[in-house]
């Protein structure tokens, strides 16, 4: 048996969209919604199987990995959030790269030679990286047109990830994937009317019209926080509106908070695009949290630690 275990998110779904056109393979798909990425704890794996895993920090399934590989399962592992201490194994094959402007999508394009760059542009777009997208996008030629088309895209599959179950997405993960690897290029999926495409741009718009009517739970000259009622349509627009907001302001950090069945919050946090560092670190110092340099978050904040977690924020981009 082969795995494929990825994160639910645009970056995760298009990095195997990317490995799969390429290389075709029968396999049992694991992923889920996009924080869900402990995904290597439960996979009943034997010897003999082999896995592919992508887009999941390696630090957060370190014990899992390990045992994995003491049963001489072959592992592919691409990744750029924190990785922790890489095992070192003759069964492993790790492109880790944990700079601030890649993704694993990129990683993979890489690795493919850019056999298929529009994917892992849209992917880069998906994952924030409008800066490294665009870069991309130009060196390749494409109108303004398609650029916006790319990004657009990969906006409406990242969306689809954020949610605290299955239930609150549109399109489950692994079904998104299977539908979306019918297309040899993104810009195939927009003119098909049959496709996600429209769908997700439709509830898109009306779940980022709910949150933009929400005000400033606390502001100040370097972090501005929003804080979303408990309710599916927050939890599907809260990455991707932290994503809008730190765009309209490259030189403030953004939390978007929404509220969880404990009166807990569920934290995205983004740091300033102009100094794209320590997001992961904060959210690490915090039970459920983690994440990558610019981008990060925590599955259950306590409501009682909310003024830790804006002091920890304000104190990193202060100095």
């Not at 922790?84 to 990129?106: E, Q, R, S």
């Not at 990683?107 to 760059?117: C, F, S, T």
């Not at 709910?210 to 599916?232: G, M, N």
């Amino acid at each position: 048996m082969h795995y494929d275990v990825f994160n639910g998110d645009a970056d995760g779904i298009i990095s195997l969209i990317q490995l799969r056109l390429n290389q075709p393979l029968a396999s049992q798909l694991v992923t889920g919604v996009k924080r869900d990425i402990q995904l290597l704890q439960s996979l009943p794996v034997k010897p003999g199987d082999s896995l592919t895993v992508l887009d999941i920090s390696m630090e957060k399934n370190n014990a899992a990995l390990t045992e994995i590989l003491d049963q001489e399962i072959e592992v592919f592992y691409a990744d750029h959030h924190r990785a922790g201490d890489i095992p070192v194994h003759n069964h492993l094959t790790a492109l880790i790269d944990l700079d601030a402007n890649t993704c694993t999508a990129l990683i993979i394009d890489k690795y493919l030679a850019g056999k298929y760059h529009a994917w892992a542009i849209c992917a880069a777009y998906g994952d924030n990286m409008i800066s490294t997208a665009e870069k991309l996008s130009i060196e390749a030629g494409y109108s303004i047109t398609q650029r916006e088309q790319l990004k657009e895209l990969g906006t409406l599959i990242n969306y689809n990830g954020y949610g605290s179950t299955i239930s609150d997405l549109h399109y489950e993960p692994a079904n998104l994937y299977r539908l979306l690897l019918e297309y040899s290029s993104p810009f195939d999926v927009i003119k098909d009317n049959n496709s996600p495409y429209l769908q997700l741009k439709t509830a898109y718009e009306t779940d980022l019209a709910l949150a933009l009517a929400i005000p400033t739970h606390y502001q100040s000259s370097l972090l501005s926080v929003f804080e979303l009622p408990d309710k599916p349509w927050s939890r599907r627009i809260s990455g991707v509106y932290g994503n809008l907001l730190a765009n309209q302001n490259p030189d403030s950090a953004f939390a978007v908070l929404t509220k969880n069945k404990e009166q807990n919050y569920l934290v995205s946090l983004r740091a300033p695009l102009n100094d794209k560092q320590g997001a992961g670190d904060i959210c690490s110092q915090f039970e459920s949290g983690g994440g990558r340099a610019a981008a990060a978050g925590i599955n259950n904040l306590p409501e009682s630690s909310l003024s830790k977690f804006i002091e920890l924020v304000e104190e990193k981009y202060g100095s």
